[in-house]
């Protein structure tokens, strides 16, 4: 006999009470898990969303793209700058999409010139891209178009404005779940949509680089930009940050990353409660049996081990199980369509890992308490014990 | 009389021991001095309280006494920081009431203590607790949990787990109290037997004058004390200043 299968055996002897440990646990870590999955892919996707150019240009103070606003006249002025070699401005902000139901659901709008930046990812699965003069068409994201069941040639209303729909003209794909989820329409019918008029929430900037990695040209120009003012409006100023800063500047996923770990933090409380509970009760009952292995000759340290060993299996149980619950969860929350836009439902390794890493800590430190206590146990009085 | 100058010799020797539990002001054990010699059997028999199983326990390094020695093949125990280990090599305990793990197969049981004893692999603790089951006539039961053995197929399985680590000494504590008349008497031609062929020290605590019988010596003991003991010169001499 293996140690760990004598480990094994004592959990299997109160199957009942195991299995609800591991399941209690594992719902626990599971909502853990799908937490931080989600913090993970919406960062992933937002960092390769601002692949591709060398500075994010939006109002400085605002916390994220969509509330950012400026005047057109500042993207025209930075266009001029020496050092730039490319910019692409565009509006994103939520916009009403009415169904043909009369529900109206609430999607993101991206306002795009022909030429920007984030066409070079897009693959055009149905249609085609709209030309430099085109109005009132858009190009839906492959699960917006799937949750719209809405296909080229079709019409929606965007915005609210009954009197003139939007023809679909394209189906896309793309390797970013928000654009997956928008709708992409020509700038100036974004300005008209979201009622910014000459205005834009942000832009971004290709420098002109004498060497692949010269960061002191990108900075120079990110200097100047941050310089310019709006002679009408002299109170906005603008921040460009480079691409990595820009996504960890970003509030929503500041806030996201700081819901997935207060909720590991409370799953990790949640687990180590349990955990503590099942173990204390567990070496309570074993009482009698801790002492006769200790009256045969096992040092405080095996009686330790066997105690924190059989947390870590259940943890590690756990574990799998949470890890199953998250990647259905998630895959069940992709279903829904307020949502499916911006949750991907596969779990990177890294968060496998680290969800196993915590549970494995609930375990160790939810078993340490009881361990010492059976380890102190004295063999003679243990094996009195009734 | 004692021979305090002289604590080797024996594989055991207690030296005046004293152990008042901290729930009263009775002495459980109260200046008893005792030998006992490599292979030896002896039965220590007194009534219920008398301080038989407090007197196993200290010899069985389970527990310190408050005043005096034990010494171990001359070694004193309170110098040892590995009792545990001590136990695990050198003692073999026996229960009254078994006290074999219900999850656990009879061959499992026996293995318990081999965590402890000379580093082995598994397959080889799985095959020296066979030999150790079959030598108690347990073979035949080896994968059968304690809840589907008899209570005598019980005790010869906790007495395969005593002698797991092969040691010197078996301690049992009213091994055959549990056991009907027929199995007390198998379990005793057990352990007599067993004594004899592994040259093993055997000291047993009690009330049966069956098992008492077959001891080389019988040590009696009343209210903590050794009040006779059939085979030794060695008698009670208890230290004034700690009886008052």
Known sequence: MYFVSFILKNLTRRPVRTVLTVLGLAVTVGSMIAFLAISHNVNASAEQAVQGFDLQVMQSGKSSGLNSDFSEALVERARKLPGVAQVAEGIADMADMRRSSGAVDSVLILGWKVDNFGFENMKILDGRKFGPDERHVVLLGSMLAQNLNRKVGDQLVLGGDTDHPYEVIGIYDSPLIFERGAAVVPFKDAQEITGRKGRVTGFSIRVQKTSADNPDEVETVRKEVEALRDPEDPTVRLTAQSPDTFVKSLQQLKLLRAVAWLVSVIALAIGIISMLNTMAMSVLERTQEIGILRAVGWPPMRVILMVLGEAVLLSLAAAAGGTAIAAVGLQGLTLAPKVNGFIEPHIHWSVVLLGMGITVMIGLLGGAYPAYRASRLLPTEAIRHD | ?244
């Open chain 2, 1 to 244: 009389m004692i021979d305090e100058t002289d604590p080797n010799g024996d594989l055991l020797f207690a030296d005046r021991l004293y152990k008042t539990y901290p729930d009263g002001d009775v002495h459980a054990i109260n200046g008893v001095s005792l030998r006992l010699r490599e292979g030896e059997y002896v039965a220590i028999t007194g009534p219920s309280g008398c301080g038989k199983s407090t007197l196993l326990n200290v010899l069985g390094a389970l527990d310190r006494p408050d005043k005096g020695e034990v010494y171990f093949r001359g070694e004193a125990l309170s110098r040892r920081r590995d009792l545990d280990h001590f136990r695990a090599r050198q003692i073999g305990f026996v229960f009254q009431s078994f006290f074999l793990l219900p999850a656990l197969t009879a061959r499992e049981n026996v293995q318990i203590p081999m965590f402890e004893g000379e580093s082995m692999p598994a397959r080889e603790r799985a095959k020296k607790a066979d030999a150790l089951l079959e030598l108690v006539g347990m073979s035949k039961r080896a994968d059968h949990r304690p809840n589907k053995l008899s209570v005598g197929e019980r005790q010869r399985v906790a007495l395969a787990r005593a002698l797991a680590n092969n040691p010197s000494l078996l301690l049992a504590d009213e091994p055959t109290g549990n056991l009907d008349s027929e199995n007390a008497d198998k379990v005793l031609d057990l352990l007599t037997s067993l004594q004899k062929t592994h040259r093993l020290a055997l000291l047993v605590v009690t009330h049966s004058d069956e098992v008492a019988e077959r001891a080389d010596r019988v040590v009696r003991m009343k209210d903590g004390k050794v009040v006779a003991d059939s085979g030794s010169d060695l008698l009670p001499t208890p230290d004034p200043a700690a009886t008052g």
